[in-house]
Every structure is written in structure tokens, then in C-alpha cells.
T-cell receptor, first 110, second 111 residues
Framework: GQQLNQSPQSMFIQEGEDVSMNCTSS?????WLWYKQDPGEGPVLLIA?????ELTSNGRLTAQFGITRKDSFLNISASIPSDVGIYFC??????????FGTGTRLTIIP | DTAVSQTPKYLVTQMGNDKSIKCEQN?????MYWYKQDSKKFLKIMFS???????INETVPNRFSPKSPDKAHLNLHINSLELGDSAVYFC??????????FGDGTRLSIL
């Protein structure tokens, strides 16, 4: 099945640093979603994007829907310890089928 | 007031057994899903139901059979469990083609 290429695979940062991750696809999507998964829990929706070029913020998180509709970016500013987890992008061509990225594992070094 | 709830949270069983996982959502959504997350954390859709009708059926062994008694419930029955079935299974729901909301997962371990 199709996978979305998500990078980086893992990040080790210090508290207070900004974080950037991205997701690319070989096909066009009409919806991009970003989720965060904590250990032992299910993915939790962070941001939903519905229009090419759209830039949406949720607190310290900002995500963008790429103009080509084949990529999306997530930025986290001034990271804090509770940002630790696995971040997933997910794309949909406009139906119920959601394809997930390979995940970015974020670790904060004390 | 859990939105999407799955039971059991943990399931440990022997190869060859048959088991079921239950899912319920109280969000009033009309579409429900089952996903499998492997040991590398890759999430892949298995099935989707819209108002009790199967709309997505990915390449999944026919040992896996979903059942939706009503639009708030989607259960997953697995026959003749194999070692490769060990994974975390997530239920999710959405309203139409809106964002999907996930349960906390069922960790299935096959001995």
C-alpha cells in the first residue's frame, strides 16, 4: 500500500528549540492532517488542512498544505517536554481513505 | 465521557484462537474504521463502515471480519490467530469525510 514519506524519522532537541518536519507524497491529496501519538494512546488530531497553500496554527503548532498538494509541513515553536511523542501526517484524496506517514519521533534532551 | 472506546485494551492469546475486539463511539459519527499499527508504528487502514455499510476493505486476510450492528459500533473478529497478527489495533470514527478520531488501541499479543 501507499506510504507517505515523512522526515525526519526522529529528532533529538533541547527544550525551547523550534521543530520542523515534513511529509511528501507521490500523489495529490485534498486533505492533510497532522496527528500526535503518545505512548499507550491513540493518535490525537492536531491540525487539519483542506486547501492548497493553507497555513493553519494551533497554539505553538503551525502546519501548511503545500501548493503542489503533494506535501505538508508541521512546525512546533519553543518546544516543551509534553511535545515528546510521535507525529504523523496523513493525507486523503477526498474520500474516507486516509494514508499515514511513517512518523517522526520527537525526543527532548534534558 | 470517552469519545471512541475500545475493549479490551490488552489481549494476550495463543495461536489458532478466535478473538473479538469491540469499538463504540459516542460522537454521533456515521463512519467508523479499523487500523493496524505494526511494531514500526506504521498505521494502515483495514476496514471502514459508513452507516453499517462496508465502504473500505483493504487487502486483509479473510480471517478478519468486521461487524457493525449500528453506526455507533464496529467490532472486529479475528479467526485462527497467527503470530503476524500481533500488533496494536485502532478504531476510529469520523463524520462523513471529516477528520478521524481514534480510540486508545487494543494491544494484541499472540503467544
Amino acid at each position: 500500500g501507499q506510504q507517505l514519506n515523512q522526515s525526519p524519522q526522529s529528532m533529538f532537541i533541547q527544550e525551547g528549540e523550534d521543530v520542523s518536519m515534513n511529509c511528501t507524497s507521490s500523489s495529490i491529496f485534498n486533505t492533510w492532517l497532522w496527528y500526535k501519538q503518545d505512548p499507550g494512546e491513540g493518535p490525537v488530531l492536531l491540525i487539519a488542512l483542506y486547501k492548497a497553500g493553507e497555513l493553519t496554527s494551533n497554539g505553538r503548532l503551525t502546519a501548511q498544505f503545500g501548493i503542489t498538494r503533494k506535501d505538508s509541513f508541521l512546525n512546533i515553536s519553543a518546544s516543551i517536554p509534553s511535545d515528546v511523542g510521535i507525529y504523523f501526517c496523513a493525507g486523503s484524496p477526498g474520500n474516507e481513505k486516509l494514508t499515514f506517514g511513517t512518523g517522526t519521533r520527537l525526543t527532548i534532551i534534558p | 465521557d470517552t469519545a471512541v472506546s475500545q475493549t479490551p485494551k490488552y489481549l494476550v492469546t495463543q495461536m489458532g484462537n478466535d478473538k473479538s475486539i469491540k469499538c463504540e463511539q459516542n460522537l454521533g459519527h456515521d463512519t467508523m474504521y479499523w487500523y493496524k499499527q505494526d511494531s514500526k508504528k506504521f498505521l494502515k487502514i483495514m476496514f471502514s463502515y459508513n452507516n453499517k455499510e462496508l465502504i473500505i476493505n483493504e487487502t486483509v486476510p479473510n480471517r478478519f471480519s468486521p461487524k457493525s450492528p449500528d453506526k455507533a459500533h464496529l467490532n472486529l473478529h479475528i479467526n485462527s490467530l497467527e503470530l503476524g497478527d500481533s500488533a496494536v489495533y485502532f478504531c476510529a470514527s469520523s463524520q462523513d469525510r471529516g477528520p478521524q478520531h481514534f480510540g486508545d488501541g487494543t494491544r494484541l499479543s499472540i503467544l
